[in-house]
């Protein structure tokens, strides 16, 4: 999943990046509202986490202009302003969660799942192909009852997949959900990750699940090794 995170404070944006990079969110940064609405406009994000005290707009006038112009991506606004009115002000402005500073990393992360829980596009926490079995909140998986180990980015590429499932995936698609905006298109860091997902997955099964649809993309789904085409 890829989260924008709009904060000024380099410490707390520093501390959240690392913390959601080690959970399998690929983070990319705005230290103002300028840079929050022109990456918003230019990238495909899951969720929105908007700091409210910005150094040339406060973080209602950003969720404002996003909810004006259509943009749904859930927000979660984090601030040190505790009240109950700084609340029914982030709710006005179009906010869906707001977590108040200082918190624990685990509650960020507690809240950001259940955002992504409420989106509409996203499925349960457990996701099962085939054998292959993906638990989102303990980021384990398993296939055949044997544990997978993966990194974290190999999680969050296979977890995309899964939830789409039996979809034809592109290129396009991965990079902007599981990398950041540091990612190099004409890199070939998709195809190694697939490479190494698929070693991971498939090999020792006659049944494979990952397969590439060339000039096009992924799909994860269960297939022979007789049917297999990719």
Avoid at 28 to 36: I, P, R, S
Avoid at 46 to 55: A, T
Avoid at 161 to 187: C, K, M, N, T, Y
């Amino acid at each position: 999943m890829r989260v924008l995170l709009v904060e000024d404070e380099p410490r707390m944006a520093q501390v959240i990046t690392k913390g959601l990079r080690e959970q399998s969110y690929a983070v990319d940064v705005a230290n103002d509202a300028k840079t929050a609405l022109y990456l918003a406009s230019v990238n495909d994000y899951d969720v929105i986490v908007l700091d409210i005290l910005l150094p040339d707009r406060d973080g209602y006038d950003v969720c404002r202009e996003l909810r004006t112009g259509r943009n749904g991506t859930p927000i979660l606004m984090l601030t040190a302003r505790a009240t109950i009115e700084d609340r029914l002000s982030g709710f006005e402005a179009g906010a869906d969660d707001y977590l108040t500073k200082p918190f624990s990393f685990r509650e960020l992360l507690a809240r950001l799942h259940a955002l992504l829980r409420r989106d509409s596009q996203l499925r349960p926490d457990i996701l099962e192909i085939a054998d292959l079995i993906l638990d989102s909140a303990s980021h384990r998986v398993s296939r055949a009852n044997q544990e997978i180990q993966l990194t974290a980015k190999e999680y969050a590429l296979l977890e995309y997949l899964a939830r789409r499932a039996g979809q034809l995936v592109s290129r396009g698609e991965i990079a902007a959900h599981v990398w950041d905006d540091s990612f190099d298109p004409f890199s070939n860091a998709i195809e190694v990750y697939i490479n190494r997902l698929r070693k991971k997955i498939d090999d020792q099964h006659t049944t494979k699940l990952l397969h590439t649809r060339r000039g096009e993309g992924y799909i994860l789904e269960p297939r022979t090794v007789e049917n297999n085409q990719t």
